[in-house]
């Protein structure tokens, strides 16, 4: 990212004030990557914790909640961690933070409406999980650089309804949306693929299965969320924030746009983390433990079949989009110069095909290994 900034500054610069100006265009760029970097260590979780309209609960609020919280954080030995509710009708939980100290775990209201008192206990003691396995700064650096690029989707959807195009369901804004979703859902989604793996999960649920002691209600809970996942659509939720629940909450159904929800698929499948589970608790002398088991099936991802002709449609999408946007390039750059130049326009393709082929072959790539 400074290595981006320095360049663009450098190179601004230069074109003001030659090699003087390119000084001066670097140093802002340092200035400005230092600044963002700041804000990248220090925000994403307060920034998170804002979106989803959360509000911290505390001893006054709920004395007893909290004094479990507190027991659970002690069995567990980390600090106690920050809760916020959120009103969202989604069963959803996940943890954000910088380390340790500084984590907060935000759930809703929807959760507390389906889970029983010992599978809510199982839950939060896998988000503690991570907490005391040190998963958090990544997951959350990553759910918000990758969220940032996806919700331009969905201000895409809105620019086009504020200017005219129609109603939220109708054809125009949503093709727009789509067209947007096509740019941006790739490049975020090689991002999550990249530093989440789905071994992540499974050690997670060791620990929480080893610190509860209760497998089967554990499993309870894994199924009991499943399932209403796999019942019930949540079309509203980020797709780049799913790699932070402890189940995969994206839809998964014929819809065009849910192809792009394939590719955030960062979990491991449901029966993969049951049958872990079982493997280590129902066989003392088991030769393949739950960790271990976690390392074999790291690159192990649910509806792996299906899931490469949805990553494949998704980059064709994508490439389709590129081409009308380099074609617009083009138009307007001929009404700019008011005639159309042969040559500037096969520079202006050379490059921007250049660079399509190379980021396009990086995440088919990414998405094969992972998906595929």
Not at 47 to 55: A, E, G, P, Q, T
Not at 83 to 103: E, H, Q
Not at 106 to 134: A, G, P, Q, R
Request: aromatic share 10%; glycine share 6%.
């Amino acid at each position: 990212m400074a290595l981006a900034i320095c360049s663009i500054g450098g190179v601004a610069g230069y074109f003001i004030n030659d090699a003087s100006g390119a000084i001066y265009g670097v140093t802002a760029g340092l200035i400005i990557s230092g600044i963002a970097a700041g804000c990248l260590y220090y925000l994403p979780a307060f920034i998170i914790v804002k979106l989803y309209s959360s509000r911290e609960v505390t001893k006054e609020d709920s004395p007893d909640f909290m004094a479990t919280i507190e027991e659970f954080a002690d069995i567990v030995n980390i600090p106690v961690p920050r809760f916020y509710l959120s009103n969202k009708d989604i069963p959803l939980i996940f943890t954000v933070g910088r380390d340790c100290n500084s984590a907060s775990i935000i759930f809703t209201d929807k959760l507390l409406d389906i889970l029983s008192s010992e599978e809510l206990t199982c839950v939060l003691i896998h988000e503690m999980s991570h907490i005391k396995l040190n998963q958090i700064h990544r997951q959350t650096l990553v759910a918000f650089v990758a969220g940032i690029l996806t919700m331009f989707a969905n201000a895409a959807l809105w620019g086009a309804l504020l200017t005219g195009f129609g109603q939220e369901n109708d054809p125009a804004p949503r093709i727009i949306k789509f067209l947007a979703m096509a740019l941006v859902a790739p490049p975020a989604a090689s991002l999550v693929l990249l530093t989440t793996p789905a071994s992540r999960e499974y050690i997670a649920d060791a620990t929480a299965v080893g610190i509860y002691k209760e497998p089967e209600v554990y499993i309870q809970m894994l199924e009991k969320m499943g399932r209403h996942f796999s019942e019930t659509r949540h079309e509203e939720i980020n797709p780049a924030h799913g790699l932070l629940n402890i189940i995969d909450p994206l839809s998964r159904s014929n819809d065009v746009e849910d192809d792009f929800y394939t590719l955030f698929n960062t979990h491991p499948g449901l029966d993969e983390r049951i049958e872990a589970i079982r493997t280590r608790t129902n066989s003392r002398s088991a030769s393949m433990k739950l960790l271990e088991y976690a390392t074999v099936m790291n690159e192990k991802i649910v509806d792996k079949y299906e899931s490469i002709t949805r990553w494949k449609k998704t980059l064709l999408y994508s490439t389709i989009t590129h081409m009308l946007i380099l074609f617009g390039i083009i138009v307007v750059y001929s009404f700019y110069n008011k005639d159309f130049r042969a040559m500037d326009s096969l520079m202006i393709t050379g490059a921007y095909v250049g660079m399509l082929v190379i980021t396009h072959s990086m995440m088919y790539l990414i998405f094969k290994n992972k998906l595929g």
